[in-house]
């Protein structure tokens, strides 16, 4: 059972440009969603991270929207750079009682175009 | 450095083989993380650690692999009798698992195995 998913699987952008990338989850217990970014052959690094309390949170230039009435959650990537052609991968844990088991969705490669 | 180790960073063996990885988290960290990554998908929890005890394990951890925490410290993860299917990178993490940060899982580079 894929309890988190996200959208889309690949995605290119323009320097500069916005990038958003998508993430619905079913599972109303979770209450923490950070997002990673993964380069070939190293491990995932945190990037930003949000819990339900609030609607968005804004890191730079790196943004989570967070809608808990339709359970999901987006980044935005601002003015993207090519630096920041990675794989992305949302996650989400259930923070009561935790174990801090993460649970990741299938991730989206970016590439971002000079 | 501070951050998670994890040695080695790849390792090739043949079907049949046993193999054991290592993982040390970050030092103030009492909670530590064993996922599995194949090609194309996200990382998946295979088991944790509070300190020397293994608190969890997924249905993914079949009977061929063991992990230990032995001084709540470093971690091993062994798989016995490699599979062509146990292909993967396997990954570590750590968590303070106290605190206002603490679900902040903290990644090593993982290691790459391939089964031939």
């Known amino acids: 059972q894929q309890q988190v998913k996200q959208s889309p699987q690949s995605l290119i952008v323009q320097k500069g440009g916005i990038s958003i990338i998508n993430c619905a989850y079913e599972?109303?217990?979770?209450?923490?969603f950070p997002w990673y970014q993964q380069f070939p052959g190293k491990g995932p690094a945190l990037l930003i991270a949000?819990?339900?309390?609030?609607s968005e949170k804004k890191e730079g230039r790196f943004t989570i929207s967070f809608n808990k009435s339709a359970k999901q959650f987006s980044l935005h990537i601002m003015d993207s750079q090519p630096g920041d052609s990675a794989t992305y991968f949302c996650a989400a844990l259930r923070g009561s009682g935790n174990t801090g088991k993460l649970i990741f969705g299938q991730g989206t490669t970016l590439q971002v175009k000079p | 450095d501070t951050g998670v180790s994890q040695d080695p960073r790849h390792k090739i063996t043949k079907r049949g083989q046993n193999v054991t990885f290592r993982c040390d988290p970050i030092s103030e960290h009492n909670r530590l993380y064993w996922y599995r990554q194949t090609l194309g998908q996200g990382p998946e929890f295979l088991t944790y650690f509070q300190n020397e005890a293994q608190l969890e394990k997924s249905r993914l951890l079949s009977d061929r692999f063991s992990a230990e925490r032995p001084k709540g410290s470093f971690s091993t993860l062994e798989i016995q009798r490699t599979e062509q299917g146990d292909s993967a990178m396997y990954l570590c993490a750590s968590t303070p698992g106290q605190g206002a940060r603490n679900t902040e899982a903290f990644f090593g580079q993982g290691t790459r195995l391939t089964v031939v």
């Open positions: 599972n109303t217990a979770f209450d923490y």
């Open positions: 949000i819990r339900p309390d609030v």
